[in-house]
């Protein structure tokens, strides 16, 4: 039986400066359906959700919402369809708290005054009906990157939105919320929502949607019910060529290589305890547990961006103990961010000064900066790394994710560490840019580089990694390295107590 055709889309084109974003798209979605949209970072995914959403207005084209031609100038607009974005940036209010963000603008009020029972009434009720589960009196700014997108999905649902479009909304969720997450879109849909969502993750797409767009350089290449694809048709259709889906072989390094990083009883009241860990000279040791488990805090506070409690950090059996990032990069210790867009990345600077910036002494000369040895070590970097557009004075926010990663890699690889923390380095990109990520990795650790690779995705984890160490609630609670490197031993290690 054929569904009702819930949205349209005919020949819409969207051009930024000399980008020709969207070229000639046209796009059915059906009413009570999941429509995936998969492709590179750059395809032009994402620009077409915010079309849809009246973030962009397309340059040419047509737009059908219920068979009635409409023309949004805003999300505002769209919402008044029933139609909400939920994109890959945090839109929220930073200084307002979890129950504020969710009903802003929607409050109950009467003549004016806000109706605060009413609105944590229907906060419960909607934390029922979704099993997503969050305080509601914490500020904003309080949470995590992936506590804040739950509160950006509470909000849609909130809104009672008819097509919620949905951007790389798992790209740091915990494989537990993520199940979570996928149980709600069925239910949902079950009742009549709509959705289009865009994920690079594959097994995602092929386990959740109804239909499936591949989308390569601003066109629709294919459109297909997903149970005619498979991970190798739909990789293939977005790079236009096959590619292999393997992780690089591993090269151990030797056994008696240098110890480059050693943690010892490592703590931070509060968050974790008595951490205790050695990565050698071109090892990767792999830091696996669920979101919230201590993974990123203990990296923060080995680069000193947070303060330790107690414990020592050595460097080549040197105490180096750093109190500040800058004393950490001094040391050899590099950190990529879980967030490349709050942390890692300056958007609104171009690329240039974003790879430059913690290396300035190394291109001065006195107070001056000299401009030519800065520009041509960027460029190098770049064309190494295949960053497009190969453009050093291009601003951060116009790069796509995988683009934005590789600067930040780049970043790290001005003058090249000791030491190499990776806070999810793949999150949010694409399969091509991914497995180039991988590449990078594995020939950094070749270099002698030791690297702590921290990462939700378990499959990565294993794949890359010489050894991996399993935390829970701030604690260690296994280790694991040759034959033990098993998917499910390493899970039942990360729901397990520290003894």
Wanted: contains cysteine; proline residues 5%.
């Amino acid at each position: 039986m054929n569904k009702k055709q819930f949205l349209r889309l005919e020949s819409i084109n969207k051009r930024f400066g000399g980008v020709h974003a969207l070229k000639d798209v046209s796009l059915t979605v059906e009413e009570g359906t999941v429509h995936a949209l998969v492709g590179e970072n750059g395809a032009g995914k994402s620009t077409l959700g915010k079309i849809i959403a009246g973030v962009y207005q397309p340059d040419s084209g047509k737009i059908y919402v219920d068979n009635c031609c409409v023309k949004y100038h805003s999300p505002r607009e769209a919402l008044a369809d029933g139609i909400a974005l939920i994109s890959q940036e945090i839109a929220l209010v930073p200084q307002l708290t979890v129950i504020e963000n969710i009903f802003l603008g929607i409050e109950n009020n009467h003549r004016g005054l806000i109706r605060n029972k009413e609105i944590r009434k229907r906060y419960y009720e909607l934390i029922e009906r979704t099993e997503l589960s969050i305080p509601p009196d914490i500020p904003v700014y309080c949470l995590r990157i992936a506590e804040q997108k739950k509160v950006e999905i509470l909000r849609a649902i909130a809104r009672n939105a008819r097509l919620i479009i949905m951007d790389e909304p798992t790209a740091i969720l915990s494989a537990d919320e993520a199940q979570k997450l996928f149980a709600l879109i069925r239910k949902l849909k079950s009742s009549g929502t709509t959705f289009i969502y865009v994920s690079h993750f594959l097994e995602e797409i092929l386990s959740l949607a109804d239909n499936v767009t591949v989308m390569r350089d601003g066109q629709c290449v294919k459109t297909s019910p997903v149970e005619k694809e498979s991970r190798e048709t739909l990789i293939e259709a977005m790079l236009g060529r096959y590619v292999s889906l393997g992780f690089p072989e591993k090269i151990y390094p030797e056994p008696d290589a240098p110890v480059a990083l050693s943690v010892e009883k490592l703590s931070r009241e509060g968050i974790f305890y008595d951490i205790s860990f050695q990565i050698r000279k071109g090892e990767i040791l792999g830091l696996a547990g669920l979101v919230g488990s201590g993974r990123t805090e203990i990296a923060r506070c080995i680069f000193g961006a947070d303060p330790k409690t107690e414990g020592n950090i050595k460097v080549f059996n040197k105490i180096v103990n750093p109190t500040s990032p800058k004393e950490a990069i001094n040391a050899g210790i590099a950190l990529l961010p879980e967030s490349r867009k709050l942390q890692g990345l300056i958007l609104k600077l171009p690329v240039i000064y974003n790879i430059s910036l913690p290396h300035l002494r190394k291109v001065a000369s006195g107070p001056f900066i000299k401009l030519r040895d800065e520009h041509n070590r960027v460029k190098e970097l770049l064309s190494t790394l295949n960053v497009k557009p190969l453009d050093p004075w291009i601003e951060a926010r116009a790069l796509s994710g995988g683009n934005q990663q590789k600067v930040l890699f780049a970043k790290w690889l001005f003058e090249k560490p000791k030491i190499l923390i990776a806070d999810e380095p793949t999150a949010g990109v694409d399969v091509g840019a991914k497995h180039a990520i991988y590449q990078l990795i594995h020939s950094l650790a070749r270099e002698g580089i030791a690297i702590l690779l921290i990462s939700s995705d378990l499959e990565e984890l294993i794949g890359l990694s010489h050894r991996i160490i399993t935390i829970n609630r701030g604690r260690i609670t296994g280790e694991f390295s040759g034959s033990d490197l098993a998917e499910d031993k390493i899970m039942h290690a990360i729901f397990s107590t520290a003894s």
